[in-house]
């Protein structure tokens, strides 16, 4: 079986200063791992993957995920955030290509002006 | 990047009529579709999977008979809500993969909802 936990409900930042979304997962093989944004009353925008490869991966608008094996976390970062990040995040994982994808709980950025 | 349309973006209803969702994929072959349900604050609940062609896969404790799917071609996929009743409203959320040389790329491409209110 395949989960994924996002331990924080919200995370407030204020604008300029970094923005780190937590994420751990399990899963039984390989996971794919998968962040996605969402907008009240909008569908989930992609942001970024890991498959394989390099651990760092960057993805939309600035943002990017640290792949971490051994403490199975893809925490979601930016370097220097934007009150327009302000958002419902989720993290999700799937342990094949073709498995369903589990979401975790999502979490809420606040970031201030 | 690939385009999933959702429609209608929001509908209301009277209670014991039905209600369509048509989710499209625009620009690409989507083998499969999936279906989520997402309540206010919550995250997305997978409903069930639709492959092109068959018989949708039901999560468990979704009444199939009560949340119809149709997945008539690589492109389209519906969801109809039978009887509804104030306890359906809901946000309802399609996702579709690409198919992309006989396999996907992994990710999925999100619809961008439809809020259904029954009265």
């Known amino acids: 079986a395949q989960s994924v936990a996002q331990p924080e409900d919200q995370v407030n930042v204020a604008e300029g200063n970094p923005l780190t979304v937590k994420c751990t997962y399990s899963?039984?093989?390989?996971?794919?791992l998968f962040w996605y944004v969402q907008y009240p009353n909008r569908g989930l925008q992609f942001l970024l993957k890991?498959?394989?490869?390099?651990?760092l991966v960057k993805g939309s608008y600035g943002f990017e995920a640290e792949f971490n094996k051994s403490q199975t976390s893809f925490h979601l970062k930016k370097p220097s955030a934007l009150v327009s990040d302000s958002a419902l995040y989720f993290c999700?994982?799937?342990?094949?290509?073709?498995?369903?994808?589990?979401f975790g709980a999502g979490t809420q950025v606040v970031v201030t002006p | 990047g690939a385009v999933v349309s959702q429609h209608p973006s929001r509908v209301i209803c009277k209670s014991g009529t039905s209600v369509k969702i048509e989710c499209r994929s625009l620009?690409?072959?989507?083998?499969?579709m999936f279906w989520y349900r997402q309540f206010p604050k919550q995250s997305l609940m997978l409903m069930a999977t639709?492959?092109?062609?068959?018989?949708?896969?039901?999560e468990q404790g979704v009444e199939k008979d009560k949340f119809l799917i149709n997945h008539a071609s690589l492109t389209l996929s519906t969801l109809t809500v039978t009887s509804a009743h104030p306890e359906d409203s809901s946000f309802y959320i399609c996702?579709?993969?690409?198919?992309?040389?006989?396999?996907?790329?992994?990710?999925?491409?999100f619809g961008e909802g439809s809020r259904l209110t029954v009265l």
């Open positions: 899963v039984s093989g390989n996971p794919y």
């Open positions: 620009d690409f072959q989507a083998t499969t």
């Open positions: 639709s492959n092109e062609g068959s018989k949708a896969t039901y």
């Open positions: 890991y498959i394989t490869g390099d651990n």
């Open positions: 996702s579709a993969t690409r198919l992309a040389g006989g396999g996907t790329t992994g990710e999925l491409f």
């Open positions: 999700a994982v799937r342990d094949d290509s073709w498995g369903k994808l589990q």
